[in-house]
Every structure is written in C-alpha cells, then in structure tokens.
C-alpha cells in the first residue's frame, strides 16, 4: 500500500489560482475606479468650459466681432491646447475660431471647408435636438460630449432671439489619468500568501488542514488588498459589492481547486474524450451562433432600450425588471383599453400549438400507417403527391390560404355558397380567423410528421409482429405493444420539437390573419416583433421574448420528464 | 510651423480631388424596368469623361431592404449610397451612424432642382438627409368610355359617380381602397387634417372627423363596391365595371389592354371649401450612407442620379416619376400624359410623415378606418386611434 | 400471413384515405400552378358574375386558368440570373445537408451510446437552442457572422447558419433512432477489434438509413427556402440564393405574383428529385428490420 498522496499540492495550486483570480478583478476594479473618478471630474470641467463658451457668446450677440471676442476672451483661461469655434448654420460660417490654423487665408468669418463638415453637422443636430426638446417635451442632452484619444470634442447650442442659429465647437486637451496604483500591492497580495504555504509541506498534508490553511491565506491576501484598495479609492457601498464579487469568485475557484472538481472535471475529459470528441463539433457552432445572441438578447431584455438610445451604455438604460413587470402586470385577458393581453396572448398561443401538433402529428402518423401497408397500389405516388405542400416556398402557399379565405373571391366561400351556405368574413371572428390558420398550419406540416413517422417505421423488425401473429394478437393490440412503443424514440423527438416551432410560428400567423380581428390572433412571437419593430422597443420586445423562452423552457424540461427523451433505450 | 500649417492647406484642398477616384457601392430594391433604366444611368455616369469614380449596384429585394441597411451600414459593412422611401428616413436617423447628413452640400441651386414636397419629405428634424429621386402618390384614373369629361370638383365627381353607377349590374361609378389609411389620407389632407402636429399625433383633429364623415356620406350614397380590396379594383377597372379609380403609378400596369384609359388629379372637395385633395406622396431619396469612406464620390454620385439626364432616362425608359422638377420642361416627357398628370397631382400633395413613429400609426388608423367604413360613430373611432397612437409614442419617447 | 385476411383493412378504403388527402395536399398548389400558367400577375384566384348560378360557382372552385401561357415560366429565367441562383441554392442546401448530417449524426451516436458528464445537458441544450425567438437575432448575428468572423457575403457563413439551425432537430431524431438499434451488433464488431470510429460507420450508420435519409431532407429544406439571412448576408447578386430571387416579383408596390408562382414551381422541383431519390430509404421492410433477425 503506498501513503495516501499529500493534499499540499492541491492547496498551493487552488491558492494560488483563487488569490491570482480575485486579486485581478479587484485590482482591475480598483483601476477602473480611480480612472472614472478622474475622467468623470475632467469631464464635468470639460462641460462647464464649453457651456461657459456658449453662455458667453450669447450675451454678445452669437454673431459678428463681438462675439469673436468673447472667444478670444475665454480661450485665455483655458488649458493650452485648447481650440474653440464658433459656427453659424447660416451659410455653414465659421464665424470664429481660435485654433492657431485659422488664420491668414483661413482666418474666421468664412465658408466652412468641406473637411469641415463635421462642425456644421454638428451644429444642425445640437439645432435639432434643442428643437425636438422644446417642442415635444424631451429631455435629451444639450451639450455633446465626446471623448477621443487624448482630448474631448464637445458642442453646444448657441442662440439667438430664442432660436438655435448655430454652436460652439471645442475641442480641449485631455492629461491622461494618472498610473494606476497598486501593481506591487497586489503582487504581494498574491505572492505572501502563497510563501506562507510553502513552509507547511507536513502540516497540511492531510485534507482537513490543507483546505483550512488555503482558506485563512486566501481571506488574508484578498481581504489585505480589499482593505487597502477600498482606503485608496474611498470607494463605498460600490466598491464594495464589486470587491465581495471578485473575492466570491475567487473563493469559488479555490474550493474548486481544493476539493478535488478540477481534477475530477479533467479526468472525466480524459475518460470520455471520445464522446466529447463526437459531441463537441456539433455544438460549437450552436454555442457561438445561437447562445450569443441569445445572452445578448437578455442582457437588453432588463434594459430599457429604444430607437431613441440604442447608443447609450447598457448600465444606463438599465431598468431591472421592470419590463417583465409591465408585461405580466394586468393579470387578465383584455387590457383596460380592450386590446389583448398578454395572457390571451399567451392562451391563444397554448391552444393554437396544442391543436396543430395534434393535427400534424395524427394525420401524418395515419397516412404513415397506411402508406406502410405491405402490398399496397401507387405508394410512391401518393407518397411523392403528399410531401408536395412541405416542397413548395411557403410564402406564397400561405398567401393562397390566406385568398382562399376571402370574402368575396376566396374560393372556401364559394364552396359553402355550392351547399347554399352564406358566405362567411372569415377574418372577423376570432375562432374563424383562428381556423384560417389553423387549416394552413396543419397542411403545412403533416408532409414532415408523415415522413418522419414513415421513417420511424423503418426500425420496427418485421419479426416482432411474425411473433405476435402467431401469439393470436388483434391488429389493435398489435398496434398498441407494438407499433407505437417502437415509434416513440423516433417521433418523440420529432413531437418535442415541432411544439417548440409550432409556438413560435411567425410566418403562418403573419401572413395568413395578421392577427385580425384586432390583434385576438396574434401569438407571443408576431406580438414581440411588433414591439420591436413597430414600436421600436427593443428592451421590451427582448424581454417578451425571454418570456417565450423561459415557457418553452419549463415546458422541455417537463416533457423530457416525461418521456425520458433525453435517455438511452 | 507657418510653412506646415500653409501645406495642410494644401493637402487639404487637394486631397478630395485624389481621394475621388473611388469605388461606389450602390444598394436600390428595383427590378424589371426600373432596374434596367437605372443601371443605365450609372452606366452613363461611369462614361462620362474625366470622370474618376466608378459605381456598381447590388439589387436587394424590397422585403429585404430596410433590415438589410439596419444590419449592414452603421457596422461599416454597407454600400455608400442607397435608394429607399422615407418612411423609414426617420427610424435611420434616430438610429445613427446610418444616413449622412447631406446639408452642408446643398445651395439654392440644388435645392431648386426639385419638387418642393419631395424635398420636404428628404428632411428630418430641419436637416436634409438624402436628394429626392422619385415620388409616388395617387391620382384620378379613369375609364375614356364611361367618363368623357373628368369631375373637377366633388360636387361633379359623386353627380357622376351616381349617374355611372347600377348596384344590380356591379357597375360603381368610383372605386378605391378607401378603408385604407394610405388612400383616406387625400380626403384627410383636403381639409387640413393630419397625423402628426409638430411630432406630437393628432388623429382626432376636427379636420380628420370632417374627413372621415364625408367619407361615409360617399359610402352611403352608394357608388362604390362594398370591400374594396386592390384585387377587387383591378378586375372591376379592366371589367369597364368601374368608371373612375384613384390609385397611383403602380395600378397602371395591372390595366387589361382593352381599356381605353387615361390619368388625371384627384377633385377639389366641394366640402372643404373647394380644396384640392392631397394625397400621400412616397419619396424614394439617394442617400449617402454615414460610415462611407467615399463620401465625395457618394454625393458626386448622388447629384448625378438625381440630375436631368438620369432623370429623363428614369421617367421614360424605368416609368418613375422623377423629383427633378426640370425634368417635366423636356419635350418627351411633357408629351406623356402620365407623367404631366402625376406631376400636376403631386404639386398638391402632403410628402408621408417620415416620424419613426409613424409605423405605430398604421395598426390603429387600419381599425378605425374599419369601424368607420362600416358606418360606425366616426369621432369616436378616430379617438381610439389617437388614444392608442399616444399611448404607444408615450412609451417609446419616455426613453428619449 | 394471409390466414389472417379477416383483420386487413380493405385496401380500397386505405385508397379512399389516400385519394382524399392527395387532393387536400394539392388542392392549394393547383393554384399556384393556375395562377403561373395564366400569364398574369394576380394573386386573385377567380372572379365571379353579379349574380352567379352553381355552375358558376363550381367553375370558380376548380383552379383552371383561363388562359394557358407559359410566359410567366420563361420571363422567369429571361430578366434575371435564376439558373446562377439555383445553383446557388444547390451548393449551398448540399453543403447544409453534408455538414449538418455528418455532425449531426456523431453528436447523437455520442449521447446514444456514451455515458458521459454532461450528456443530458448537451442534449437539452440542443432543444432550448430552439427555443429563443428568433425575431431579434438579426443583428447580433450579423455581427458574430460579418464583424467577428468575416464570413459576410461567403457561402460558408450561411452553410454554418443553416448547418446550425438544422443540427438541433437532426441530433435529436438521429439520437432516437440509434437507441432503437440493438447493442448487440455493435458489441460483435469490437469483439472482432473494430475502433468505435469503425463501429459507427460500418455498424451503425448503414442500419440508421431512415433517420439519416429524414435528417438530409431535412437539413436540405431548412437551406433550400431561406430566404432573409441570404438577402442580408450575401452582398453580390451573383451570389444569391433562389428564395432571394424570387422575392424581387413582390414586395413594395407592384407584385408579380405570376412570376412569383412560376418561380415557386421551378423552386420545389428539386425537392421533389431529392425526394424521390431518398424514399426508397423509407420504404417498408428494407433496412433495418431485416438486418436484426
């Protein structure tokens, strides 16, 4: 028997990953704290020059040599380097400048050049924008602010008589914020640590004390440089919360580490490499081209995002939950306005996948059944004729459904007037509007459901039903011990997923009832791309679209429950 | 230091001259004529002598289009010029990093080459974003054999409309999609009405009630078919079941070569006190797009598309009808009755608001429109509307 | 077999079933095929007289055009490349259905036959990648496909978003069909000192020719009738894919749905082909249950 091995190893190597982890992020923290704080001051000081500017040129009239020396006079306080315009929308002038290249031929007042273009754009949107403000009521900035390598380049609207009549433009150095403090601190945070373990080779050998000595010198090294980071920065409940964060996740790592997850995590790769192997390549693209965009999609649904700020930072827009509130807030299925609510919304929908799988699903089991007959005529044929409406673009085969429909000439009316029935407004009425798509739907789909149940039938072995013929079993029990517990593997899958595409399907609905009459027939998702492409909310479309998401969700992991799809024979 | 800031001048008026000879990438949604004519005209561009740049095109399909410029242009990734309506100008704009602001290139000259209202339609919070290149708007189509002398006036229009009309037979004297907001809008403008009023929606205004009751006066005095959908008008036009139609360019194609037809503007309403009927205009504009790298070459381009020569060629060979007012003094294209009768409509129309809020609009105005074709209290339909259109401007502005 | 007659259903009721949904299947599509073979543009189906009588009615019912005019089919390939774009299209569904079923179909062997960590996870997340509308998905895959990975307007980054959106379904049915396949076989060919690579393509796959013939097709359809992502992502008309061109006859104004129709047609033809090149996979009593005995 050889001695267990020594857990020393393990502690040093989770140590030292947890501290190197959470002394990063905090140091990373720390950075970016006291570079805001700087840029944030710089950056105020920056506004007030350039507003000062604009207050200043005002008072001496926006225009002509007046207000050329209320320039010049404001330029002698500013930081060298600095450069102010004055710009006048009329006859794109640059009524005067202070920067040293503007003179002799160049000197203000003239004509804009046209690598100039920028300043006149910019003071026609400052124009626009104190417009839109006053008359609509907005509360847009006034003054643009931009940052660039090394200066600010910022704008304000100058008026005149009450009118916008052009801006003053500066451009203004900015120091770059001063180095980062505490490169050598956090080194040490990491390395003192780890020199302390290095001794206690025989003490900690054993599991209980290895564990016990990397968490005290894990909370000594991060709490030792939070401490000192958090006096630096005078950073408060903030600095805090983001301090705690990096040293959770620090402390996770170490656990990890510790206990052994790392190593087994590794081992189970080695171990079943092949799998993962086979596995892995189909997921790669799925990872990248659907799980990003499915993150980006959440991370905005607890935005507030519309056309009018989608270049404002997340952490501004952020409203939390609100979104998910406004959605499932009316708790009933009319709005106070008497449109549909979310809950009709969402009960249409149910009722609309339930029964088109049902139809799908029957229907092309059915024809499946019979076109497996041993012995029967023409089965290519019909086989060929059927999968046709899965053949043909749906776009226009939709629209033909959808002229089916119509009052006067479509021709599901003319059939009824053949029987001496009255034409129907079949896009009236809810539950017509909803048979509509219904009957659409359905002959949209059970060409799939019948070819994969045809294939389904494939696996069944001939000899299977030898044994229950000669066992005296009726073509009903044969079906049932037989036929449909052979078809499950195959058709579930099918079943599951023609669910999840049933309810989300946005062509059918779109094209065929637009949701008329009045919106009873919409489903969740044509109601999302409304508000996202109607009425430009995309935070609130994203969340609608997370909450599709998370029914579908609850609805998988309850199905896979139930029918243990995801497990082996 | 006098010497570097004397050569920076320099380079700085001479480098727009080297940097033109440059590549344009142009996107437009045509095809069939409009296609053909219009790469004729960039064809005649990159022909022209001395002329450095060279422009190719991309036909994308119009479904397309707008998601396509939404995606591709503010990463960079998209053409330099594109061609498209302006109702979705607005949306661009607000977006960013979309559309060029083109202000700064215009003077008195440019801005007289073109119809008043399709330049009206090009701006967009006081700027001009992009040079108009065409319009569509609606018109008075009638049948020559049932209609000798068109109605200049309402009064005149519904005297005829009764005379040609025989329910029984399915004869209508007028026939127009008129449960459509788009079509609706020429009653609506006639009187002063509107949809936004300085950005804020007013589909209530008085002006709008007036319209929609002459509407049902119209509809009661029964000389138009029941549902009148664009099938529906079609086949009764090129049946000779319908006298007079209002519909714009796009109808004419679908006319059956047996009729004998011709175009002429919409009537002044004798009950908004003899004003003419204003309908929508649609402007397709010729935009530089923002993130171009070209955008000397782009503009020289732009000018071009839009300048007399390419707009001859885009009226008679790609049957647009231009926005270059010029265009309409050449004697091929006055001697065309379809063009001249456009022409004189659009002199009076009302350029489609290019709001981005303009898209909540539709749903609404569609549901009112039902209810007061159906006869239904007209007021207060249009109040729902306007409730519902607020609510929703409410929502996305309060993010502003 | 035939002992027991008693239990069959008559055949001429099963071709009563059949007939019935034949013509429910196709009732819509002789439209299509009415409306390009017309020679006109309308959408309409048929118009009526003031006051129609049954036959009228019935005339109105049955899709025949009133005029027969191949002019819609040929004006098709006339005013644009529409061959070069169903070539397109070829490449590109044959590329989606290679890739989509090779990978497909080693990930569902893996979490058929494999034990491994994570295995339901990987499953699951086959089926939640389903599950996020894709509405607001334009743009940020634009960015990971054209901004990050360069692969705008190539047919390889569509190849990859069609692969991916096929892949969910085809593990998912692949994996339930290999659970039916009997260990057995697979166990006699390692004992004969196969690799598992050998295993799976020798064993297995050859005994999977149903799934895999459904999962091709399927792959196959999700890139043939695409249309957005290959208007958004290809920038060169010569590189378009059918469905794009197509969409030039309608939208914005004026519509063409005759051209519309008759390109629709031209469209399906290949699916049709593939069809009838892949049933023979599906046809009763070939594969599977034979080689079981």
Not at chain 1, 423 to 430: G, H
Not at chain 2, 124 to 145: D, Q
Not at chain 2, 254 to 262: H, L, R, T
């Amino acid at each position: 028997m050889t001695r267990p091995a020594s857990h020393w190893p393990r502690a040093l190597a989770a140590l030292a990953a947890g501290l190197a982890v959470a002394v990063a992020l905090s140091w990373a923290w720390l950075r970016a704290a006291s570079a805001g704080g700087y840029e944030e001051r710089a950056r105020a000081e920056a506004v007030g020059a350039v507003t000062r500017l604009a207050k200043a040129v005002e008072q001496a009239g926006a225009e002509g040599d007046a207000a050329r020396a209320a320039l010049s006079a404001w330029q002698a306080d500013q930081p060298a380097g600095t450069v102010g315009r004055l710009v006048i929308v009329s006859g794109a002038r640059l009524e005067g400048s202070t920067d040293p290249r503007d003179v002799g031929e160049r000197a203000a007042p003239r004509r804009l050049l046209r690598d100039e273009k920028w300043a006149y754009d910019q003071a026609q949107r400052l124009r626009g924008i104190v417009l839109e403000n006053a008359e609509q009521g907005f509360a847009r900035a006034e003054v643009e602010v931009e940052r660039l390598e090394g200066r600010y380049a910022l704008g304000a609207p100058v008026r005149k008589d009450g009118a916008v009549v052009g801006a003053v433009e500066v451009d203004r150095p900015a120091k770059p914020p001063p180095a980062a403090p505490g490169v050598p601190a956090a080194l040490a945070a990491v390395a003192l640590p780890l020199l302390a373990l290095l001794p206690l080779r025989r003490a900690a050998a054993r599991r209980g004390p290895a564990l016990a000595a990397a968490l005290v010198l894990y909370a000594a090294g991060v709490g030792g440089f939070a401490a000192w980071a958090l006096r630096l920065a005078g950073g408060g409940g903030e600095g805090v919360r983001a301090l705690g964060l990096s040293a959770a996740v620090g402390l996770a790592l170490v656990l990890f580490v510790a206990l052994g997850g790392a190593a087994r995590a590794r081992a189970a790769l080695v171990r079943h490499r092949v799998a993962y192997a086979y596995a892995i390549p189909a997921m790669l693209g799925m990872l990248v081209l659907v799980f990003f965009p499915f993150l980006y999609g959440v991370v905005l649904s607890f935005t507030g995002q519309t056309l009018y700020n989608t270049s404002a930072p997340l952490t501004e827009i952020w409203v939390g939950l609100q979104n998910y509130v406004e959605i499932l807030r009316t708790f009933a299925f009319r709005m106070p306005d008497g449109s549909p609510s979310f809950y009709w919304t969402l009960a249409f929908n149910v009722i609309w996948t339930v029964t088109n799988v049902s139809i799908g699903v029957s229907v092309g089991l059915v024809l499946a059944l019979i076109l497996n007959t041993k012995g029967l005529a023409f089965r290519p044929i019909y086989r060929v004729l059927l999968i046709l409406p899965w053949a043909m673009p749906n776009y226009i085969t939709a629209l033909i459904w959808r002229g089916m429909f119509h009052r006067q000439f479509g021709v599901v009316n003319y059939a009824r007037m053949l029987f001496g029935l009255e034409p129907l407004s079949w896009f009236d009425e809810t539950f017509t509007s909803y048979l509509t798509a219904l009957a659409t739907n359905g002959w949209l789909s059970f060409p799939f459901m019948m070819v994969v149940s045809l294939g389904a039938l494939q696996s069944i072995p001939a000899d299977l039903y030898e044994a229950a013929r000669v066992d005296g079993a009726s073509r009903w029990q044969q079906f049932k011990a037989i036929t449909l517990p052979s078809l499950k593997p195959a058709l579930v899958p099918a079943v599951i997923l023609s669910v999840v595409w049933t309810f989300n399907m946005f062509n059918i609905i779109f094209l065929v009832t637009g949701g008329d009459p009045s919106g009873t027939t919409e489903i969740l998702i044509t109601q999302a791309y409304k508000y996202a492409f109607q009425q430009y909310r995309y935070g609130y479309a994203a969340a609608y679209s997370t909450v599709i998401f998370l029914i579908l969700l609850a609805y998988g992991v309850f199905q896979n429950r139930v029918t243990r799809a995801t497990e082996g024979i | 230091m006098r010497n570097r800031s004397l050569l920076a001048l320099l380079a700085a008026l001479l480098l727009p001259g080297l940097a033109s000879a440059a590549e344009v990438v142009v996107w437009h949604a045509y095809r069939g004529a409009e296609k053909s004519a219009f790469e004729k005209v960039v064809a005649a561009y990159n022909a022209r002598p001395g002329n450095p740049n060279k422009v190719t095109t991309l036909a994308v399909p119009y479904d397309a289009f707008a998601d396509k410029i939404s995606a591709a242009v503010p990463r960079g990734k998209g053409p330099d010029v594109f061609i498209f309506a302006q109702d979705r100008l607005g949306g661009w704009i607000e977006a960013g990093n979309t559309v060029e602001p083109i202000d700064f290139f215009l003077d008195d000259a440019l801005k007289a080459r073109f119809i008043p209202s399709t330049l009206e339609a090009m701006t967009y919070r006081g700027s001009v974003w992009g040079l108009p290149l065409n319009y569509k708007c609606i018109a008075l189509v009638y049948n020559k054999k049932l209609v000798k002398a068109p109605p200049k006036s309402s009064a005149e229009l519904e005297a005829l409309a009764k005379k040609l009309t025989q329910r029984g037979a399915g004869r209508f004297g007028l026939a127009y999609s008129y449960a459509d907001y788009y079509y609706h809008a020429a009653l609506q403008n006639a009187f002063g009405g509107r949809v936004f009023d300085a950005g804020k929606p007013v589909l209530d205004a008085s002006e709008n009630v007036k319209a929609a009751e002459l509407l049902q006066a119209w509809i009661k005095a029964g000389f138009m078919p029941a549902e009148p959908s664009t099938a529906l008008i079609t086949s009764l036009f090129n049946e000779g079941k319908a006298a007079m139609v209002f519909s714009g360019n796009w109808f004419l194609g679908e006319i059956a070569p047996g009729i004998d037809w011709a175009v002429t503007t919409l009537p002044a309403l004798t009950e908004a006190g003899g004003k003419p009927m204003r309908p929508w205009t649609t402007v397709e504009g010729v935009y530089v797009a923002a993130p171009s790298k070209n955008k000397d070459a782009a503009f020289d381009f732009v000018k071009y598309a839009t300048d007399l020569d390419a707009a001859r060629i885009m009226a008679l060979e790609g049957r647009q009808s231009p926005a270059n007012a010029k265009v309409y003094a050449d004697p091929k294209v006055a001697a065309d009755p379809v063009l001249a009768a456009f022409k004189k409509q659009v002199d009076v129309a009302v350029p489609m608001p290019n709001l981005p809020e303009m898209t909540m609009v539709w749903s609404p105005a569609t549901t009112a429109m039902g209810s007061i074709t159906r006869g239904g209290d007209a007021k207060g339909a249009l109040a729902k509307a306007q409730a519902k259109v607020a609510a929703d401007v409410a929502n996305l502005r309060k993010s502003k | 077999m035939a002992s027991r007659r008693e239990e069959r259903i008559p055949h001429w009721i099963l071709h009563a079933v059949l007939v019935v949904m034949v013509l429910v299947a196709v009732y819509p599509l002789l439209w299509v095929i009415s409306i390009a073979l017309s020679g006109g543009q309308s959408l309409a189906l048929a118009s009526l007289p003031a006051d129609p009588g049954k036959l009228d009615l019935l005339r109105a019912v049955i899709p025949w055009p009133e005029r027969f005019s191949a002019a819609n089919f040929t004006a098709v390939f006339r005013d644009q490349p529409f061959g070069r774009w169903m070539l397109n299209s070829v490449i590109v569904s044959a590329a989606t259905t290679v890739l989509g079923v090779f990978l497909a179909s080693t990930a569902a062997y893996a979490f058929s036959r494999f034990r491994f960590p994570g295995r339901r996870a990987g499953m699951m997340s086959f089926l939640v990648s389903q599950m996020f509308p894709g509405t607001l998905m334009l743009i940020p895959l634009y960015i990971i496909i054209v901004t990050w990975l360069g692969l705008g307007s190539t047919r390889t980054g569509l190849v990859l978003m069609y692969a991916t959106t096929a892949i969910p379904f085809c593990v998912w049915m692949l994996k339930g069909y290999f659970d039916t396949i009997p260990r057995e076989l697979e166990e006699a060919a390692i004992i004969e000192g196969a690799g598992p690579a050998r295993v799976f393509w020798t064993v297995v796959v050859p005994l999977a020719k149903p799934a895999i013939a459904i999962t091709a097709l399927f792959s196959f359809m999700t890139a043939w009738n695409e249309f957005i992502l290959a208007a958004t992502f290809m920038d060169k008309e010569e590189m378009y894919t059918a469905p794009v061109g197509l969409r030039f006859f309608v939208g914005g104004f004026s519509q063409q749905w005759g051209y519309f129709a008759a390109g629709s047609i031209i469209v399906s033809i290949p699916v049709v082909v593939l069809f009838l090149y892949l049933q023979k996979y599906l046809v009763s009593g070939l594969t599977a249950g034979s080689v079981k005995g």
